[in-house]
């Protein structure tokens, strides 16, 4: 099941049974922990160094 189609039913319930549904929902939610992925950065220092001093400092002429 997909989120989307439960988004569409839950739009038409009423107010109190939408109320009662996010209150079931809020008790679920806080009990699963998401865990979120680090990123790697881009670039590593000693690799930003390394391209401005060829970029910048090791200019053939």
């Known amino acids: 099941m997909v989120a989307e189609d439960i988004f ?12 009662r549904l996010y209150c079931m929902l809020g008790e679920k939610l806080n ?3 998401i865990s979120k992925k680090k990123k790697k950065p881009l670039l590593t220092d000693e ?3 390394e391209y401005l001093y060829r970029t910048q400092f090791c200019r053939v002429k």
């Not at 569409?8 to 109320?19: D, M, P, V």
């Open 31 to 33: 009990k699963i922990k």
């Open 8 to 19: 569409t039913i839950a739009i038409y319930l009423s107010s109190e049974e939408q109320e």
């Open 47 to 49: 690799e930003a160094i």
